[in-house]
């Protein structure tokens, strides 16, 4: 086996860094809620922590600084004495009390008074304030936690891929399977074979991107799956694997990008699964292993035999030949 850099690993991660950025970068800011969501967990935590603890110590700091410019911290809060927030005598009952305020505890024992205006207006700040920053952070951390992309760690795909003959007709052929109960609704498979050409022109591309027909014109890549299926890439005068022979197949250097799409039922948002193969995961000669059986009133999936292939008799020459 050759290694060599995959532009797609088999976990489905895109081996692409955008660099030399340059001005662009401030894109990032104009979408910063995106930005925040793209983010790794423990930046996220850390920018959810932040954001609390600052806005907490200054609005905190606000209410401590109105009860100091009025002399509320000096006097004795009683009857003769009317302060902007009754019982705030230092910075730790400022905190308590707007904190008390932002979670609507409402303990009893703070309160604001009627004879301090710049108290109320500073309250409806607060209560404007703290709804743009909640609606802001938790509704990041709500969409970060609802993601579906934990959701294609249960979609399956066979470690090769086969190339054999189906129905008189040579194909490229790999299994997909879903290993939960629930279903994806509306589930689509893509093909894309990533290969270096140089055109007519004598232009180069080293990651040129040509689709691989795997049943658009007959719906068959609209998939049915309640159990692993084998999706089927005909070989004909219009694949670029017209000329692939067995013999020529150890010398190709090409990539099959798999994109499986499809809604998840249980949540209605959808999810995206990737793969790919490279030319040493292809085997030329070889077909999947049945992995359903007729059991009593039901039908089971054996998924220990899902990667398994067998060799089967099949001609070494390409279509073309």
Not at 97 to 116: D, K
Not at 135 to 144: N, S, T, V
Request: glycine content about 6%; aromatic content about 12%; hydrophobic content about 40%.
């Amino acid at each position: 086996r050759r290694e060599r850099q995959r532009f797609v690993d088999k976990n489905g991660r895109c081996n692409v860094q955008h660099g030399n950025l340059g001005g662009e970068s401030s894109r990032y800011l104009s979408d910063f809620f995106t930005t925040l969501v793209d983010l790794k967990w423990r930046w996220n935590l850390l920018i959810f922590l932040l954001t609390y603890t600052v806005a907490w110590l200054v609005m905190a700091s606000m209410w401590w600084g109105i009860a100091y410019l009025r002399g509320d911290l000096q006097q004795a809060h009683g009857d003769s004495y009317s302060p902007c927030v009754a019982n705030v005598y230092n910075f730790p009952s400022a905190f308590l009390f707007f904190v008390e305020t932002e979670a609507t505890i409402g303990y009893g024992h703070r309160y604001i008074t009627e004879r301090c205006p710049e108290g109320i207006v500073l309250f409806l700040f607060q209560s404007l304030l703290g709804s743009v920053v909640d609606a802001f952070l938790i509704g990041c951390m709500f969409i970060k936690m609802s993601q579906p992309k934990k959701r294609a760690e249960t979609l399956m795909f066979s470690r090769a891929a086969v190339i054999s003959q189906r129905d008189a007709k040579l194909c490229l052929m790999f299994r997909v399977g879903n290993l939960r109960n629930s279903h994806m609704v509306s589930a689509q498979i893509r093909c894309k074979l990533i290969k270096s050409r140089q055109t007519p022109e004598g232009e180069f591309l080293p990651l040129d991107q040509c689709e691989l027909d795997v049943g658009f014109g007959t719906g068959a890549d609209q998939l049915f799956l309640v159990s692993p299926l084998t999706i089927c890439h005909e070989i004909n005068s219009e694949s670029p694997f017209f000329s692939l022979s067995q013999s020529s197949l150890r010398s190709e250097q090409f990539e099959i990008v798999v994109i499986l799409e499809g809604i998840v039922e249980t949540t209605g948002m959808t999810c995206q699964a990737r793969t790919s193969y490279t030319e040493d995961e292809v085997l030329w000669g070889h077909r999947f292993l049945p992995v359903m059986s007729l059991e009593d009133g039901f039908f089971r999936v054996d998924y220990s035999q899902f990667h398994a292939t067998f060799e089967v008799p099949t001609p070494p020459y390409s279509v073309k030949e």
